[in-house]
């Protein structure tokens, strides 16, 4: 079962930027993909953005699209977030999930019990 681990978070003024990590450990699949969801308190988790195996296809969503770039590590398992431009609607609990294919972390469905501990990103105005 994999679990990532997720570090970078922090509070910054609007138009600054942060730059999240995770790493993946434990046992997994021979490749993977890996993505970045986040969630604010009373609503429901939203993806953010996801990025195959190997890096050739990366996926995001419309809000944060031209503002947040999703790469992998030379190191499969690790996965990075970086966030330019941010506003205080990015304020959120940012969480790192993995799953067979791209497109089943754009629509929500990682692998059971991949989700990762979370870290806070809080944009102030």
């Known amino acids: 079962q994999v679990q990532p681990v997720e570090s970078g978070g922090g509070e910054v003024q609007a138009g ?13 699949s021979s490749d993977y993909a890996m993505g970045w969801f986040r ?14 195996w190997r890096g050739g296809n990366l996926y995001y969503a419309d809000s944060v699209k031209g ?6 590590g ?4 690790t ?19 993995c799953a067979s294919w ?11 019990g991949s989700w990762g501990q979370g870290t806070q990103v809080t944009v102030s105005s």
């Open 16 to 28: 600054g930027s942060l730059r999240l990590s995770c790493v993946a450990s434990g046992r997994t």
């Open 39 to 52: 969630q604010v308190a009373g609503k429901e988790r939203e993806f953010v953005a996801a990025i195959s």
């Open 67 to 72: 503002r947040f770039t999703i790469s992998r």
């Open 74 to 77: 030379h190191a499969k398992n």
């Open 79 to 97: 996965v990075y977030l970086q966030m330019n431009s941010l506003q205080p609607e990015d304020t959120a609990v940012y969480y790192c999930a």
């Open 102 to 112: 791209g497109p089943l972390l754009v629509q929500g469905n990682p692998d059971v």
